[in-house]
């Protein structure tokens, strides 16, 4: 036993085995006592806390022993595991509209889409009644939160966007899986369209600057300031970039880029719940992790550092969080993910992460969340066995509970809850009766959504709702390669003209020539038929000249027929 009061706990235990059975009572009062003492103890805070029920010994529930949490501890982090049905959802709802009555936005990533209850009020019954008359809550009154639906698909909502080139060309190079070379002539690429201004907006733009990139004159003109780039690499980057476009990222990135300062708003003093619907996300880890890992980063880079806080600035809740630690998550995004999670807290923002199974989420994250909420475990099997003794390694010691055991056998509504005080020290384990939300544990009603949508309370629908395409690397490059070609087509043009034009007075030439050389051969000729004419016509004369001459002497001579 650790602490001095279990030690009086143990001598008194010691002693029952030889005592009367009021005395037992007594012992088991005292331990009762003991209990609720260190409960009070580690639950008692200076600044607001969240209420989330009241802690358990030997299956009781000790009426009045309030389990709080310090809100000012809410950014560094927490866990919510249990099997399927424990209560887990339910206990981000009261996570969420507690912190949204003491004015913390937060973000709740809804996989399964069962969360948006928190828009209305639940209703108060017998049920609901006698959980809280144990807990010790007597002003239990339904209530809702002002929320705020967002996508990242085409499902309604604000829509979220990013732009190529807020993810900078690291991380963009990690969400491809690009090893350090292809990083590396990406980067290049990066800084081309960067010093050019070709701005890296959407999917298409960066299509254009690698297929740019892998031309001749592009590959040229890029080598001549940072030197040459690798064709065959720019050729893996883009195959790694049509993986992606199929899980649907290009929804994903563009203009107008979605504002962080936009999640973080208030209405009428309360936070706004900010829930994010992806059902359509688990066939998809790589993008979602894509999502995540930029979402985080950016708010990393546009929040303020906090220093000490009284309460976090803003509060995300990851449904289903083993979708960004799976298998098929990159490891290098996964270690980045880990990388921002310690940062982030600086920045007064708190990562939940709510899984069936603590054994999904990597240790390297588990090490550093500070609240703990464990509903049951179920072991089927040995493996279970085994993640269940590792879970159960996991909470601070106890005098009050077999942990191993108990996992398994916590009802519906009841966890093990552990957290950090306001001086950063673990709180006494506490087997906790959950209090039940004030706001309704069903889903919405589709037209009760619709009619959140179509209102747009906060306008940010509007805002976001019309993809921009302003002239980007994509135009800018299509219309400098058109030039290029143009003028390429112009210089072979000029060529081909000139060609011709030898081609042309070649023949002419030929032309020229064999005609003066038929000119030639016929004046030749011309001046020999006329010669022979000339002789002939001589002749005819001479002739007729001799016939009229012998005639005129009265000689007879034969007269052609035809004369
Ligand atoms: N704090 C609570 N108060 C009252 N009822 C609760 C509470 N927690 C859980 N329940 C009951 O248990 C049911 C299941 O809870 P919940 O949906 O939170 O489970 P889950 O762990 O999120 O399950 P899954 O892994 O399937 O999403 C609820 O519909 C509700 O009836
Ligand atoms: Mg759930």
Do not use: W
């Not at 960067?194 to 990139?213: C, G, I, M, P, R």
């Not at 306008?459 to 980007?472: H, R, T």
């Amino acid at each position: 036993m650790r602490s001095p009061l279990g030690i009086v706990v143990t001598i008194q235990v010691f002693q029952s085995q030889n005592c009367s059975c009021s005395s037992k009572q007594n012992i088991n009062m005292s331990q009762t006592e003991n209990f609720k003492q260190q409960m009070s103890e580690g639950y008692t805070f200076d600044g607001p806390v969240i209420k989330i029920g009241a802690a358990m010994l030997e299956g009781e529930v000790q009426t009045g022993s309030i389990v709080n949490l310090p809100v000012k501890m809410f950014n560094r982090h927490g866990l919510i595991a249990g099997a399927t049905g424990t209560g887990k959802t339910k206990t981000v709802q009261i996570l969420a509209e507690q912190l949204s009555e003491l004015g913390i936005p937060s973000m709740l990533i809804d996989i399964k889409g069962d969360l948006s209850g928190v828009a209305k009020p639940g209703e108060a019954n017998p049920k609901l009644s006698e959980r809280h008359t144990k807990i010790g809550i007597e002003d239990f009154a339904p209530g809702e939160s002002p929320i705020e639906f967002l996508t990242i698909s085409s499902e309604p909502g604000v829509k979220m966007r990013a732009t190529v080139h807020e993810f900078g060309p690291v991380l963009f190079a990690k969400i491809l899986g690009l090893n350090d070379t292809q990083t590396g002539i990406y980067s290049v690429i990066f800084k081309y369209c960067t010093d050019n201004d070709l701005q890296l907006l959407d999917f298409s733009d960066v299509k254009e600057a690698l297929k740019f990139s892998m031309s001749d004159e592009g590959n040229a003109e890029i080598a001549k300031e940072y030197g040459k780039i690798s064709p065959s690499s720019i050729g893996v980057i883009l195959r790694q970039l049509a993986a992606l476009e199929e899980q649907g990222a290009q929804t994903f990135f563009g203009e107008p880029s979605f504002e962080v300062h936009d999640l973080m708003k208030t209405r009428g003093g309360k936070g706004v719940v900010n829930i994010l619907r992806v059902t359509d996300i688990q066939s998809k880890p790589k993008f979602f992790s894509t999502f995540m890992l930029q979402l985080l980063a950016e708010m990393y880079e546009t929040l303020p550092e906090e220093g000490d806080i009284e309460k976090p600035k803003f509060v995300m809740f990851i449904d289903e969080a083993h979708l960004i630690f799976s298998k098929d998550t990159p490891k290098v995004l996964a270690e980045q993910l880990e990388v921002m999670v310690r940062l982030i807290r600086s920045k007064g923002v708190g990562i939940f992460f709510i899984t069936q199974n603590p054994a999904d989420i990597d240790d390297s994250v588990l090490g550093q969340l500070g609240l703990k909420i464990q509903h049951a475990l179920r072991a089927f099997t040995a493996k279970d066995r085994k993640a269940i003794k590792a879970a159960a390694q996991n909470y601070p010691e106890t005098d009050f509970y077999n942990v191993e055991q108990m996992i398994t056998e916590l009802g519906i509504g009841e966890a093990f809850v552990t957290a950090l005080s306001e001086k950063g020290n673990p709180t006494p384990l506490a087997h906790t009766y959950m209090r039940a939300p004030k706001s309704r544990m069903g889903v919405l009603e589709q037209s009760e959504m619709d009619a959140i949508i179509n209102e747009d309370v906060s306008g940010l629908i509007g805002k976001y709702k019309e993809d921009v395409d302003p002239e980007s690397a994509s135009e800018k490059l299509k219309a400098k390669m058109q030039a290029y070609e143009d003028k390429q087509n112009e210089a072979e043009e000029a060529k081909e003209q000139e060609k011709l034009q030898k081609e042309q007075e070649k023949i002419e030439d030929k032309r020229a020539k064999e005609e003066a050389k038929e000119q030639a051969k016929s004046d030749d000729q011309k001046s020999d038929v006329m010669g022979k004419v000339g002789k002939e016509v001589g002749k005819g004369f001479l002739n007729a000249a001799i016939g009229f001459g012998l005639r005129a002497a009265g000689v007879k001579t034969r007269r052609r027929k035809f004369f």
